[in-house]
């Protein structure tokens, strides 16, 4: 019996050993249904969460669980080319602003974040202590507040800064963990919350913030293993396994065009134009036993036939030579007739 971890659909296990009841498919995961059975290949099973960044994801037809998470590859554009992809989201400050403080927010420029993050107290660091030049753009996320209302939530403090005709706000969130001997409070990239600049926000041309850091989108990926120029045709990007998620109407690996495909050999998709090869590539060990076995049948009949016909044919070439040897001593035997027999006759 196969042991099932985790088993969650009661039914589906046997409650003393956790182990899947006779003839029972699956026992747990977001691609078994209620009935133990595994869903279809191509069954959505995880919904994408950033319309650029982000990827669906379906059921493979043979697991029960869905397939680990596919979104853009860190440092690919969003936000028409103004933002970059990270973890499967398109990272802005206006974004990360209308989430902390409110809708009407928006990212504070960069006169603000100078003048906050080099501070190193706990309204404006990057961690430990006040952001160098490179890095002000990657330490406490500053915003712009158009109104003359104060900001007030439970738990957050927040200062008030006049930059150039610009009203300028950072934050300090109040965790109720003791907070480090620093001037900060802080330390570790480790210890950043909301009121922090997120990875992979960007901090200037073809660069974004990693860990207080302002590093070069170039050095994040290696463009051998994925290029959507050369390996996706342009007609798709790379995704976080280094292969292509293609637009649709193009099909993965390489983005070739088919109506209808789309995706990557990540996401579980199955498409009517996936090749036979991709499927059996992709096969359960079960099936793919079954494969080998019926592709190994004809091939051993053949051999045998083969093996059975060349000894007949070997017995036919045997007899023959028996009966020419035994011709050949014949004939022998009536010329070695002794002359005073022939005299007599």
């Known amino acids: ?105 928006r990212g504070a420029p960069f006169d603000c974040f100078e003048e906050i993050n080099s501070e190193g107290d706990r309204f404006g660091n ?30 957050l403090s927040v200062i008030y800064a006049h930059v150039r005709d610009e009203i300028c706000v950072s934050t300090y969130l109040d965790t109720g963990k003791i907070p480090r001997n620093t001037k900060s409070t802080y330390e570790t990239p480790e210890e950043r919350d909301q009121t922090f600049v997120e990875d992979g926000s960007t901090c200037g041309p073809e660069m974004i913030c990693v860990r207080f850091r302002c590093l070069e989108v170039k050095h994040l990926f290696d463009e051998s293993l994925c290029n959507s120029a050369t390996h996706c045709q342009s007609r798709g990007i790379c995704n976080n396994f280094h292969h292509c998620h293609c637009d649709k109407g193009f099909a993965p690996p390489n983005c070739t065009e088919l109506k209808g495909e789309f995706g990557s050999i990540d996401d579980g998709h199955r498409g009517t134009g996936r090749s036979l090869l991709d499927r059996r590539s992709t096969a359960p060990p079960k099936r793919q036993y079954q494969l080998i076995f019926y592709i190994s049948l004809p091939v051993l009949i053949i051999a045998a036939a083969v093996l059975i016909k060349r000894d007949k044919i070997r017995e036919l070439c045997h007899r023959g030579e028996t009966e020419s040897e035994r011709s050949t001593s014949e004939e022998s035997s009536n010329d070695d007739l002794s002359p005073s027999e022939s005299n007599s006759i």
């Open 1 to 105: 019996m196969v042991v099932s971890k985790n088993c969650t659909h009661k039914t589906c296990c046997e409650a003393t050993s956790c182990r899947l009841k006779h003839e029972k498919q699956c026992g747990s995961g977001e691609c078994c249904t209620n009935d133990c059975k595994l869903k279809p290949g191509g069954t959505l099973c995880r919904k994408a969460i950033d319309a650029e960044c982000d990827f669906t994801d379906y059921c493979n037809g043979y697991a029960p669980h869905c397939v680990p998470d596919t979104f853009a590859r860190n440092g690919q554009s969003c936000h028409s080319g103004e933002a970059h992809c990270f973890e499967g989201r398109c990272r802005t400050f206006d974004k990360q602003c209308k989430t902390l403080i409110g809708k009407d927010s």
């Open 126 to 155: 990057c961690g430990r202590s006040y952001c160098t030049f490179s890095e002000t753009l990657c330490g406490k996320l500053v915003c712009s507040w158009p109104h003359k209302a104060l900001i007030s939530q439970a738990n």
